[in-house]
């Protein structure tokens, strides 16, 4: 299975600012999904990211508050943009590596809005 | 969309017990997987079931495509099974969006 890596792994950030979340993938994948998991919920979907075209984002959420770059097959960031304390959540990213294996996720970046 | 609803919702076992956790969903599912999230929110994947029943270890797992459910058994619990356990699915003939199930929020004591 691949290996996924995300960073941070965890942050405190204040209200206004930004934070980019980066998620890198050992092998070459079509599509990286982005998911967010707020305090004792389950996970909702964000956006899927493309190589070379616009993500397309889920209900609800609005790229000008979560711009996605997927410059490469390998990498993909996320930004949270005027962070609130309501953008308090786990962030994860996802991949499909093979089709009868399923959805491989990163490790998560926790972030707290203060 | 399609509903992925679980139960129980939360669940306590002493260490050594065993217990079947459901998962139904609404439509017909070209992909399921079980997870396992520990409390430090990594999310581990534990079973690819879209179909059939499939054992690891302690853990083994059974779906029922034509029936909308899975259920994940855990025998012999111990305390490192806590955490949540979420079950997903993939809407049949759709592009791959994964949606998450409820969870189970499991606790195992001494």
């Known amino acids: 299975s691949a290996v996924i890596s995300q960073k941070p792994s965890r942050d405190i950030c204040q209200r206004g600012t930004s934070l980019t979340i980066q998620c890198q993938v050992d092998?070459?994948?079509?599509?990286m999904f982005w998911y967010r998991q707020q305090p004792g919920q389950s996970l909702t979907l964000i956006a899927t990211?493309?190589?070379?075209?616009?993500?397309?984002?889920e209900s609800g959420f609005v790229i000008d508050k979560f711009p996605i770059s997927r410059p490469n097959l390998t990498f993909s960031t996320l930004t949270v943009s005027n962070m609130s304390p309501e953008d308090s959540s786990i962030y994860l990213c996802?991949?499909?590596?093979?089709?009868?294996?399923?959805?491989?996720f990163g490790s998560g970046t926790r972030l707290t809005v203060v | 969309g399609i509903q992925v609803e679980q139960s129980p919702p939360d669940l306590i076992l002493q260490e050594g017990a065993n217990s079947t956790l459901r998962c139904n969903f609404s439509d017909s599912v070209n992909n399921l997987q079980w997870f396992h999230q520990n409390p430090w929110g990594q999310l581990i994947n534990l079973f690819y079931i879209p179909s059939g029943t499939k054992q690891n270890g302690r853990l083994s797992a059974t779906t029922v495509a034509t029936e909308r459910y899975s259920l994940l058994y855990i025998s012999s619990s111990q305390t490192t099974d806590s955490g949540v356990y979420f079950c997903a699915v993939t809407l049949a003939g759709t592009a791959s969006k994964l949606t998450f199930g409820t969870g189970t929020r499991l606790q195992v004591t001494l």
């Open positions: 996802s991949v499909v590596l093979a089709a009868n294996y399923g959805y491989t």
């Open positions: 092998s070459q994948v079509t599509m």
């Open positions: 990211a493309n190589q070379g075209s616009e993500a397309t984002y």
